[in-house]
C-alpha cells in the first residue's frame, strides 16, 4: 500500500510540474517577450500633442524579446514532435543535448 501512495504521488507531481511548465510557463514567457518588446521601443512608441516622441528606444528589449519567443516557439516545437513521434510509435529521447525520436524499448 505505501509503495502505490508513493507512486502516485511521485505521478502527481511530475503532472503538476509539466502542467505548470506548458500550461502557465510557456504563456508567461511570451507575455515577458510581448512586455520587452514594449521595453525596446521606450515604453510609449507614439508620438505626443507636441510633436516630440517618446523615451528612446532600447535595443536590448527586441533582442530579449526574440529569444523569449525563440523559447516559446522550441516549447511548441518539441510538444509537437512528442506528439507526432508518439502516434508513430517511437519517442523523443533527451539522452544527447538535443532531443531525438528514438525506438520506444
Do not use: C
Not at 503538476?16 to 507575455?31: E, Q, T, Y
Not at 528612446?56 to 516557439?73: E, I, Q, S
Amino acid at each position: 500500500m505505501g509503495n502505490n501512495l508513493q507512486f502516485t504521488f511521485e505521478a502527481a507531481w511530475k503532472v503538476l510540474l509539466a502542467g505548470l511548465v506548458l500550461g502557465a510557463g510557456l504563456p508567461a514567457i511570451f507575455a515577458l517577450g510581448v512586455r520587452s518588446l514594449a521595453w525596446g521601443a521606450g515604453d510609449e512608441a507614439q508620438v505626443h500633442a507636441d510633436g516630440v516622441t517618446g523615451p528612446r528606444a532600447r535595443p536590448a528589449g527586441k533582442v530579449l524579446a526574440y529569444v523569449l519567443f525563440a523559447v516559446v516557439l522550441a516549447g511548441i516545437a518539441l510538444g509537437i514532435t512528442f506528439i507526432v513521434a508518439s502516434g508513430f510509435g517511437t519517442q523523443l529521447s533527451f539522452e544527447h543535448i538535443f532531443p531525438t525520436i528514438v525506438d520506444k524499448h
